[in-house]
């Protein structure tokens, strides 16, 4: 009964900026762990971004410094903040939660939860 609507994708041009959101029924996100992941045709998914139960953040190395995962627990709702998008960003992106992340963040599998995702497409 657990539902993730992702929202906030779009075009941009390179240097540019979106915020994509991730809206939760039947969880309680602020007590799970919520990841973002991209995927590209033939490839597997990537771990992209990951707020934790306890507020902990992580991030693909990639993304650092231009990337922000925060968490408004009023509105059951998590974002991605993009910023200085790259060509390379191009992917649809997944929200995904897990009630115990017993590995490695950017395990997809150790999610229990996933939404349908949102295109991100960077060109100019």
């Known amino acids: 009964q657990v539902q993730l609507v992702e929202s906030g994708g779009g075009l941009v041009q390179p240097g540019g900026s979106l915020r994509l959101s991730c809206a939760a029924s039947g969880i309680t996100l602020d007590t799970a762990n919520i990841g973002w992941f991209r995927q590209v045709p033939g490839k597997e998914p990537e771990g992209v971004s990951c707020?934790?139960?306890?507020?902990?953040?992580y991030y693909l190395d990639s993304v650092k410094g231009r990337f922000t995962i925060s968490r408004d627990n009023a509105k059951n709702t998590v974002y991605l903040q993009m910023t200085s998008l790259k060509p390379e960003d191009t992917a649809i992106y997944s929200c995904v939660v897990a009630r115990n992340l017993w590995t490695h963040w950017q395990i997809y599998n150790d999610y229990n939860w996933w939404g349908q995702g949102t295109q991100v497409t960077v060109s100019s």
């Open positions: 707020i934790t139960s306890s507020g902990n953040t």
